[in-house]
């Protein structure tokens, strides 16, 4: 073999098609140049026909091609994600080198979204999904007083504070542990039910429910003291009701190098300094 045909074959595309492997990618700059480079090496098969898709970016893009399969805009598939973004706590390490390898070998994560169902001061309502948490906040200077009641039963009476989330185990090293919310380990079946700078009770810190838990949020004084409610990145201003459930009937798959999956990434975090 002479030395063209030799450098032809080191370059060879590989053709993923047959996998059902597809590609998306972030529309930054990182991860547009990512992307090019794969196309270089690999064909992709066409999103519609994909069995798992590559995702190229951070978290905020792996968040958003979550929440597109929540809605129904693309199926439900398995997502490998590479890290061309700037934490990348949901990703893997950006390589091009061994792709197919990597995606057979992965270790599938299931992670099961939270339901917020949201009641407006206007009447209005609405359902929305959250992968991390479902965090109330307050809309103005004033402080917001939240009731809350766990199963149906009033647990705090009123929570004067800037807000209160309830968080997932794969959202609970989010805004749940910016908050001092408690890491919980991805198998654990628990939600974090954290408060945002409470004023009063003071001391109250939270509590760790069984996932099977249905909390309810009613804003007091709802027009005076408005409050918002997020799902993730979706906002829903002037609630005076927000009741949460975990809804495993759409968990989603995240596929990960073994090495560096996601549970134990959640786990080490508790020994982060």
Known sequence: MNADASQSNSTEVIDLRSHGIGLLASHRSAASAAEGLLKKRYLFAEPEDA???VAL????????TLHRMLEGECPHLPVFGMNRGTVGFLMNEWRIEQLPDRIAAAKAIRVAPLAMRATTVGGESSTHAAINEVSLLRETRQTAKIEISVNGRVALPELACDGVLVATPAGSTAYNLSAHGPILPLAAKMLALTPISPFR??????????????????????????VSAVADQIEVRDVARVEVTLDRERSLTLLFDPEHA???RIAMEQFAT
Do not use: K, Y
């Open 51 to 53: 069995q798992a898709l």
């Open 57 to 64: 970016g951070g978290d905020g893009f792996m968040l958003h």
């Open 201 to 226: 009770p003071r001391r109250w810190s939270g509590a760790i429910l069984p996932d099977d838990t249905s909390v309810c949020f009613r804003i007091l004084e709802a027009e005076n003291r408005p």
């Open 262 to 264: 996601l549970d134990e």
